[in-house]
């Protein structure tokens, strides 16, 4: 799965870039067929903004935004939104796929 980093307005260490990728990987591995995942870092005046949108095949882009004092903090809760997300759909999509009763 390819994954890109993007920084606008502000700096990360690089200790942060590699939390979010090692989340990227993460959250393609609760998918099946991951294409790509992007994760974008912003600063909104005092507050961190940080959005994850992850691309999987033959489905729609996933996408979740975190908010938070720090960059962390933001990647963080991008990151649990993203996975209750994922779960909802894979829970739906499993449910829609289960064999039905024939009717008698």
Not at 60 to 72: L, P
Not at 82 to 101: M, T, V
């Amino acid at each position: 799965m390819q994954t890109t980093i993007t920084v606008r307005h502000c700096e990360i260490s690089d200790l942060l870039r590699e939390r979010a990728h090692a989340i990227a990987e993460r959250l393609g591995a609760f998918v099946s067929h991951p294409l790509e995942a992007t994760i974008v870092f912003d600063a909104d005046g005092l507050k961190q903004v940080v959005e994850i949108r992850l691309h999987v095949a033959r489905s729609d882009v996933m996408v979740a935004k975190g908010e938070g004092a720090d960059h962390r903090t933001a990647l963080d809760r991008a990151e649990e939104k993203l996975r209750r997300r994922i779960e909802k759909s894979d829970g739906r999509l499993r449910r829609a796929r289960a064999p039905q009763a024939e009717p008698m």
